[in-house]
């Protein structure tokens, strides 16, 4: 198309990230509401590239990068059913993060402008690694995402700041450099056969499908590793709970709502589509980690106190839900990997900003110290009533929609191999699940009130949390009711990808 609205939806957040960074002295309370405009700016380009699916065709740029005798790389954007939930995902959540940390005193007070470019530098990051159709600019873009969110971590963050930002950026900066490793491999290969090293999606594709299944499966390996890290998977999880712990409110609602996606969305984007015969090749270890993820992080979450680490390792296991569902290979199990993807975001960004909340109002999130807050924050507690529901997979809310489908999809997988005893994995899982949510909630809000904390000066949401939360909950019961809506955009790509894998 000819206005470069897919740039623009990379070159706003930018413009206000160095806005709001030298807004330094007297204006640093101001950067709130700079911050709020470039995010609202970028939110509705999205959503006009939401509401114009019928031209994803055409919704593509490229401008020539590098260009020699021996390498092309271009910084090329498009948009398809697999990533424009996350485009749209990601500018939703920047903005009501902005919207609900507007009266948080941990931004106000400790240089809100540098908070607020943080936050628009990791939509920079996570736009271009939503919409780059080039292996070298979606590298880069990756690599952007991390250190706004090191940064984020470390100066905002709880007592433990600096190990958990450490942590994370070690964990997640290695096994990208592993993932970049297999780029390069697949690179090199591909130049064995067109005499130029193009670091293009569409270019290497068309190579890798001809390639034989061993090099596949080996570089096939490389980038599960790098993405399965990122999601993460059960046994890459326990940077995680120590990030999701220490991190502010906004910076766990990005890192939980799209930032863990990246991983998920690699593997559908690059792995099956560039590695068929890896993946059929690794099909039953993508189905084993996801299970063991499912299970091991609902198992976790019964162990925890800490409200919001409780939540940290509940993704664990919901993220594991799309690694199952990605691993059956089938139509429905990817369809509805990328519907939980997509549902996971808007749930868990409801769940960061109520544990923020209790830490915030109440002084701890310590689930014994914890009782009798529904009688004190009523609205809170209807949030976190909802929002647990949701996450459980109550019929009629977005969660359901994307939990069920996958195990039915994995239903059909164990039955066409005669291993119909796997399905007690999941029904473990829904089993936990129910029990923590609720042993979580019956204590926290209708428990009997604690002696051990002062809860007379324990307030309500405000007006800009209630504006944020109400946002989400509406769209999780609207996607809950009519999940067609986002079905329509997953299910054309996915019957693409079925037949690159060969799979019906």
Not at 417 to 435: H, I, P, V
């Amino acid at each position: 198309m000819d206005f470069p609205i897919l740039s623009l939806l990379i070159l706003v957040p930018m413009i206000g990230a160095v806005l709001t960074l030298v807004m330094g002295g007297g204006r640093q309370k101001s950067a709130k509401y700079v911050a709020a405009a470039f995010s609202a700016v970028t939110l509705v380009l999205a959503l006009f590239v939401l509401f114009n699916s019928d031209s994803f065709s055409s919704m593509s740029e490229s401008y020539e990068w590098i260009k020699t005798d021996f390498v092309s790389i271009s910084f090329s954007l498009a948009v398809d059913g697999l990533s424009i939930l996350m485009v749209f995902l990601t500018a939703l959540l920047v903005f009501l993060v902005v919207v609900f940390s507007a009266e948080a005193e941990e931004v106000e007070t400790d240089r809100p402008n540098y908070f607020h470019t943080l936050l628009l530098a990791m939509e920079v990051g996570l736009m271009g690694v939503y919409m780059a159709s080039d292996y070298f600019l979606f590298y880069v873009m990756w690599e952007v995402t991390l250190i706004p969110m090191y940064f984020m971590i470390s100066w905002y963050g709880g007592p433990r700041r600096h190990y958990a930002a450490i942590k994370f950026f070690i964990y997640t900066h290695v096994a990208s450099l592993v993932m970049l490793i297999g780029i390069f491999a697949m690179g090199f290969k591909a130049a064995e056969v067109t005499g130029v090293v193009d670091f293009s999606f569409a270019s290497i594709a068309t190579v890798m499908h001809g390639v034989e299944e061993g090099f596949q499966a080996l570089v096939f390996a490389l980038l599960f590793f790098g993405f399965a890290v990122k999601m993460p998977a059960v046994p890459f999880h326990t940077w995680l709970p120590d990030a999701h712990t220490e991190a502010p409110t906004g910076g766990s609602v990005l890192l939980a709502g799209v930032m863990l996606k990246m991983g998920s969305y690699g593997i559908i984007r690059i792995c099956l589509e560039a590695l068929p015969l890896g993946a059929s090749y690794w099909q039953w270890v993508i189905i084993a980690i996801g299970l063991v993820s499912i299970v091991y992080g609902a198992y976790a979450c019964i162990a925890q106190k800490d409200l919001k680490k409780m939540v940290a390792f509940s993704s664990i296991s919901h993220m594991g839900m799309v690694m199952l569902g990605i691993g059956c290979l089938s139509d429905a199990g990817i369809t509805f990997a990328v519907f939980q993807m997509f549902a996971h975001g808007l749930i868990t960004a409801i769940l960061f900003m109520v544990c923020g909340m209790t830490g915030h109002k109440v002084g701890t999130r310590e689930i014994p110290l914890l009782g009798g807050l529904a009688g004190k924050m009523p609205v809170y507690a209807t949030f976190m009533m909802f929002a647990f529901m949701a996450s459980l997979g109550l019929p009629g809310l977005v969660g359901f929609w994307g939990e069920f489908p996958v195990i039915f999809a994995f239903y059909e997988f164990i039955v066409a191999n005669d291993m119909l005893w796997l399905l007690l994995f999941c029904m473990l899982s829904l089993m936990l699940t129910a029990g923590y949510y609720l042993w979580a909630m019956q204590r926290t809000l209708f428990g009997p009130e604690t002696t051990k904390i002062d809860l007379s000066h324990a307030h309500d949401v405000s007006k800009t949390e209630f504006a944020a939360m109400a946002v989400l909950c509406v769209l999780v019961a609207f996607f809950g009711m009519w999940p067609d809506a986002a079905l329509q955009f997953i299910e054309p790509y996915t019957d693409g990808l079925i037949d690159i894998l060969g799979v019906i």
